[in-house]
């Protein structure tokens, strides 16, 4: 089992619609998870972290943790076709950052 | 500098030969990572300094692969004798906090083909 699972995709949204991303992590030590976002052809950027369980919103983005269920989410509202992008969940704890292989977001105008 | 730096942004390496790779981190910025992304993939961890101290090499994925950061800012990524499923992205990214609770920033990544 990788240490960082995301489902491939592609998923496929309408614009203006919510898109829900999903991590799961196998590593309980892990203390902080972030979410990049990735053009083709381009580096990863950093979108949002999130250390504690619950929710964190910034803008139209929401990062849910539980740590419980060792579960992450990405929710993006409003999607816009220029949201369309692979993005990387990854975790870190006692050893740097951990990515999983990301999610192939279309959003279709 | 206002982000990290890395070159070249592509290299074409024929078989059995050497590669170096350079990446200028965030001014300032204590770690530094480099990563190697496959086509399709999401970014597979290689090395990790804070400041000169290679404090994990783990995923460096043979004997080929060593990184050095000898005054504490400039990294460089060594790849001997190169094969062909070396060719990958190379991506180093920079964070002005240790590992733990790392927000990492990326360079362009350096774009590896061997023939």
């Known amino acids: 089992q990788k240490e960082v699972e995301q489902n491939s995709g592609p998923l496929s949204v309408p614009e203006g619609a919510i898109a829900s991303l999903n991590c799961t992590y196998s590593d309980r030590g892990s203390q902080s998870f972030f979410w990049y976002r990735q053009y083709s052809g381009k580096s990863p950027e950093l979108i949002m972290f999130?250390?504690?369980?619950g929710d964190k919103e910034d803008g139209r983005f929401t990062a849910q943790l539980n740590k419980a269920s060792q579960y992450v989410s990405l929710l993006i509202r409003d999607s816009q076709p220029s949201d369309s992008a692979t993005y990387l969940c990854a975790r870190s704890g006692n050893t740097p950052l951990v990515f999983g292989k990301g999610t192939r977001l279309s959003v279709i105008a | 500098g206002a982000g990290v730096s890395q070159s070249p942004r592509y290299k074409v390496a024929k078989r059995g030969q050497d590669v170096a790779l350079r990446c200028d981190p965030i001014?300032?910025?204590?770690?530094l990572f480099w990563y190697q992304q496959a086509l399709g993939q999401g970014p597979e961890f290689l090395t990790y300094f804070q400041n000169e101290a290679q404090l994990d090499k783990s995923g460096l994925p043979s004997d080929r692969f060593f990184a050095e950061r000898p005054e504490g800012s400039v990294s460089t990524l060594k790849i001997q004798r190169t094969q062909q499923e070396d060719s990958a992205v190379y991506l180093c990214?920079?964070?002005?906090?240790?590992?733990?609770?790392?927000?990492?920033?990326f360079g362009q990544g350096t774009r590896l083909t061997v023939v």
């Open positions: 001014s300032g910025h204590v770690s």
């Open positions: 999130i250390y504690s369980n």
């Open positions: 990214a920079s964070s002005g906090l240790g590992a733990l609770g790392t927000e990492a920033f």
